[in-house]
């Protein structure tokens, strides 16, 4: 259940954007996603600016948190939908899709959850959540990062796989399993896989890459219901793009019939130094090497930045600058004004 603070800012929220659009009813958009970008029920109601930036300048949203596990599924017997579907009313009073994040995943795995030990009982928890999850949302997103960081950081082959709660529940099948039980929910959703780190020329994220391919292939040999692939895209400043190797593997992936999109980009700016124009100019460059490498083989229709303000981000967290500036990681500052890295976004996904 929302809490007291949640119950009353979103009250406020509603009167603010006016008459809901009930769940059950509205069907979603008819606009191509396009722009997008993820936020937090709490900063949707506690800031009017981001719900008016996601309405001005998106036509999708994806929820940080609210479609997590911990949020959905407070215990075994409990799914809590009202965040999301509070996010989701957000979206078609606006006009906006939504997709989903994210089903299977080796964080975020509740407590109650992981004191499963019995395999056979874990994997009916797996199922029974992916499916009750999916059934729930069937019809109105459109699509679900099914699977999200299936690949360790510095794979020791190509055919290392994350080892995680659900791997070592349910072995490899963790990653099938979950797309064929969503597939089953819902047959006409797009189900997709959802990688970090694979973007840069650093070696290391050369062989995640190259990790990450054998798995997809992997996948389609088997018959999975595969439908897209999330280049995750949380980029970092000091790191050139692998412009060509990025390039051959978006062809190759489009070439096996899978939507390429981009789903959580921001642009970790920690070991920038210089002064703010300098700083956002060579952002703003690293996502104009990304998008000129994914749109080398055909269009961007899909990009969602992992919020739209520096003011929310995850970044100023968990990459805090040495010199205690905020960090710039997304298309608008924090207060909401676009920087050159909007620019880019709108040159590459102008509606043609
Ligand atoms: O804000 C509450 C606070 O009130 C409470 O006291 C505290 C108790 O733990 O929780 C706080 O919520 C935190 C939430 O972020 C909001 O800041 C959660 O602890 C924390 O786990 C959560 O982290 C999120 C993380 O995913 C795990 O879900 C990050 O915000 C979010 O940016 C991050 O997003 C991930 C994508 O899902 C997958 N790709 C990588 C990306 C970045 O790590």
Same mark, same amino acid.
């Given at each position: 259940m929302l809490d007291r603070r949640e119950l009353l800012l979103g009250a406020a $929220?509603?009167?603010?954007?006016?008459? $809901?659009?009930?769940?059950?009813?509205?069907?979603?958009?008819?606009r191509r996603p396009g722009f997008g970008a993820a936020l937090t029920l709490w900063d949707l109601q506690a800031d009017p600016r981001l719900g008016e930036a996601?309405?001005?300048?998106?036509?999708? /949203? /994806?929820? /940080?948190?609210e479609m997590k596990w911990p949020m959905l599924r407070p215990g075994p017997d409990k799914f809590t939908f009202e965040r999301a579907d509070a996010i989701l009313d957000f979206a078609r009073q606006n006009d906006l899709t939504m997709r989903g994040h994210t089903l299977a995943w080796y964080h975020d795995?509740?407590?109650?959850?992981k004191a499963i030990q019995e395999k056979k009982a874990a994997e009916e928890a797996y199922v029974d959540h992916i499916s009750t999850v999916v059934s729930y949302? !069937?019809?109105?997103?459109t699509s679900w990062d099914v699977v999200n960081e299936p690949i360790p950081d510095k794979p020791r082959s190509i055919t290392d796989r994350r080892d995680c709660y659900w791997s070592q529940m349910l072995g490899e099948r963790w990653i099938p399993l979950a797309f064929r039980t969503a597939a089953a929910a819902d047959p006409? /959703?797009?189900?997709g896989i959802n990688?970090?780190?694979?973007?840069?020329? !650093?070696?290391?994220?050369?062989? !995640?890459?190259? $990790?990450?391919?054998?798995l997809i292939q992997d996948l389609l040999d088997q018959g999975v219901p595969l439908h897209m692939v999330g280049l995750q895209s949380h980029l970092h400043a000091e790191l050139e793009i692998d412009k060509d190797g990025l390039a051959a593997f978006v062809a190759e992936l489009r070439s096996w019939g899978l939507e390429v999109i981009i789903t959580e980009l921001d642009v970790d700016d920690q070991k920038l130094s210089g002064d703010l124009a300098q700083r956002d100019a060579i952002v703003a460059q690293r996502v104009n090497d990304l998008f000129t490498a994914v749109t080398a083989s055909g269009p961007l229709n899909s990009v969602l930045t992992w919020g739209i303000s520096d003011r929310y981000s995850w970044i100023n967290g968990t990459f805090a600058r040495p010199d205690k500036q905020p960090n710039r990681p997304l298309p608008l500052d924090g207060s909401f004004q676009p920087k050159p890295f909007m620019d880019v976004i709108t040159k590459f996904t102008k509606t043609a």
């Amino acid at each position: 259940m929302l809490d007291r603070r949640e119950l009353l800012l979103g009250a406020a $929220a509603c009167l603010a954007a006016g008459p $809901a659009a009930t769940a059950e009813t509205a069907r979603p958009t008819s606009r191509r996603p396009g722009f997008g970008a993820a936020l937090t029920l709490w900063d949707l109601q506690a800031d009017p600016r981001l719900g008016e930036a996601i309405s001005k300048y998106c036509t999708q /949203v /994806v929820p /940080v948190l609210e479609m997590k596990w911990p949020m959905l599924r407070p215990g075994p017997d409990k799914f809590t939908f009202e965040r999301a579907d509070a996010i989701l009313d957000f979206a078609r009073q606006n006009d906006l899709t939504m997709r989903g994040h994210t089903l299977a995943w080796y964080h975020d795995i509740p407590d109650w959850t992981k004191a499963i030990q019995e395999k056979k009982a874990a994997e009916e928890a797996y199922v029974d959540h992916i499916s009750t999850v999916v059934s729930y949302y !069937k019809d109105k997103l459109t699509s679900w990062d099914v699977v999200n960081e299936p690949i360790p950081d510095k794979p020791r082959s190509i055919t290392d796989r994350r080892d995680c709660y659900w791997s070592q529940m349910l072995g490899e099948r963790w990653i099938p399993l979950a797309f064929r039980t969503a597939a089953a929910a819902d047959p006409t /959703v797009k189900l997709g896989i959802n990688e970090y780190d694979i973007e840069s020329a !650093k070696d290391s994220f050369v062989a !995640k890459r190259a $990790a990450f391919r054998n798995l997809i292939q992997d996948l389609l040999d088997q018959g999975v219901p595969l439908h897209m692939v999330g280049l995750q895209s949380h980029l970092h400043a000091e790191l050139e793009i692998d412009k060509d190797g990025l390039a051959a593997f978006v062809a190759e992936l489009r070439s096996w019939g899978l939507e390429v999109i981009i789903t959580e980009l921001d642009v970790d700016d920690q070991k920038l130094s210089g002064d703010l124009a300098q700083r956002d100019a060579i952002v703003a460059q690293r996502v104009n090497d990304l998008f000129t490498a994914v749109t080398a083989s055909g269009p961007l229709n899909s990009v969602l930045t992992w919020g739209i303000s520096d003011r929310y981000s995850w970044i100023n967290g968990t990459f805090a600058r040495p010199d205690k500036q905020p960090n710039r990681p997304l298309p608008l500052d924090g207060s909401f004004q676009p920087k050159p890295f909007m620019d880019v976004i709108t040159k590459f996904t102008k509606t043609a």
